[in-house]
């Protein structure tokens, strides 16, 4: 192979194309992948940030969970206590009522039979007193036939 000015004039233009794209091109591609490789990091770093923050939510998000569920659990606990106790409550305020009831109608019962016993020991004086004076064949005064009540209603109450 014969070196003539034709190959030595492309060596040159090569190297100078070379050099070229060594100083202009080379410079602006490594740039841009530069910068393509700053972004592909910094989205990968947003990413991992991400997922962390993610995690982090989701362990907040089931904490906040954890702590309503027990809320709930707290006041529903509250209100069954409430009811219970209102129940109770209630439950207390009415057997107070039936027995005072119960023993308003038993003075009542007690008031009546008095009342009763009353009634019948005036009407046995009174027959007493209408056979008393029959027997004698007299009127028996106001006065003896008070008196004759009298003893007859002690009589009776004691035995």
Not at 19 to 46: M, Q, Y
Not at 118 to 123: C, G, Y
Not at 134 to 145: N, S, Y
Request: a neutral charge; zero cysteines; hydrophobic letters at 45%.
């Amino acid at each position: 192979m014969t070196i003539n000015a034709t190959f030595i004039g492309q060596i040159i233009v090569f190297l100078i194309l070379l050099w070229f794209i060594g100083k202009f091109v080379t410079p602006v591609l490594a740039e841009e992948l530069n910068a393509r490789n700053r972004k592909i990091a910094d989205g990968l770093a947003a990413a991992d940030k991400g997922q962390k923050d993610l995690a982090e939510a989701t362990h907040r998000a089931e904490g906040i969970i954890r702590e309503a569920r027990e809320r709930a659990r707290q006041i529903e606990d509250q209100a069954a206590r409430r009811s219970n106790e209102a129940l109770e409550a209630a439950k207390q305020a009415a057997q107070g009522e039936g027995a005072r009831i119960v023993a308003a109608a038993r003075d009542e019962a007690a008031s009546e039979t008095n009342r009763a016993r009353d009634q019948l020991r005036k009407e046995f004086g009174s027959m007493v007193v209408i056979g008393t004076s029959r027997l004698l064949e007299r009127e028996v005064d106001a006065k003896t036939h008070a008196q004759l009540l009298d003893k007859l209603a002690d009589d009776i109450a004691r035995g």
